[in-house]
T-cell receptor
């Protein structure tokens, strides 16, 4: 069953702790993305990667870090430097960087 | 500065009637547009797209119209079904860019 798998679905963390969200795809897509959605807002791009071992900052990269060591994996770390980390995080991928983007099911992060 | 605007936060229609969701953009360099549908706590699902070289694209009950001179696109759903109730996001991309810019979404409710 091909798709994009995000885990965990729900995550609670204390303020000041780093947390890593997992994203795995078995679609053999080259490009992968992380978006953030806040209530009543559109999706905003955090980071994207067009190829293994390469990634670029999106519009709201501050307080986040990523890695792309394998084609199928693109984990996102939300660091303690992110001022408002509570949000719905969406991982996505596309066959090539400018193809249609397909999304995973999302991860809810709540920081208390 | 919002480059993609969905000015109606919500829309309510009767089952069987037409739903028209609107989207305006300000960046004349956008050349590819997409519509996504999103249920609560799930990732967005790709619906339909259109290139700037076209003014209409159809896929079953879904039709997207593009008016480049007005920088406006619309999604028509005919006939509307209760299962279409969701938030619909308009997104746009500039030629040569990997980034999708999203609107804030319109919540569609189709009443039986």
């Amino acid at each position: 069953d091909g798709g994009i798998t995000q885990s965990p679905k729900y995550l609670f963390r204390k303020e000041g702790q780093n947390v890593t969200l997992s994203c795995e795809q078995n679609l053999n897509h080259d490009a992968m993305y992380w978006y953030r959605q806040d209530p009543g807002q559109g999706l905003r791009l955090i980071y994207y990667s067009q190829i293994v071992n390469d990634f670029q900052k999106g519009d709201i990269a501050e307080g986040y870090s990523v890695s792309r060591e394998k084609k199928e994996s693109f984990p996102l770390t939300v660091t303690s430097a992110q001022k408002n980390p509570t949000a719905f995080y969406l991982c996505a991928s596309s066959n090539r960087p400018r193809d249609t983007i397909y999304f995973g099911e999302g991860s809810w992060l709540t920081v208390v | 500065d919002q480059q993609v605007k969905q000015n109606s936060p919500s829309l309510s229609v009767q089952e069987g009637r037409i739903s028209i969701l609107n989207c305006d953009y300000t960046n004349s360099m956008f050349d590819y547009f997409l519509w996504y549908k999103k249920y609560p706590a799930e990732g967005p699902t790709f619906l339909i797209s259109i290139s700037s070289i076209k003014d209409k694209n159809e896929d079953g009950r879904f039709t997207v119209f593009l008016n480049k001179s007005a920088k406006h696109l619309s999604l028509h759903i005919v006939p509307s079904q209760p299962g279409d109730s969701a938030v619909y996001f308009c997104a746009a991309r500039q030629g040569g860019s990997e980034k999708l810019v999203f609107g804030k979404g319109t919540k569609l409710t189709v009443n039986p």
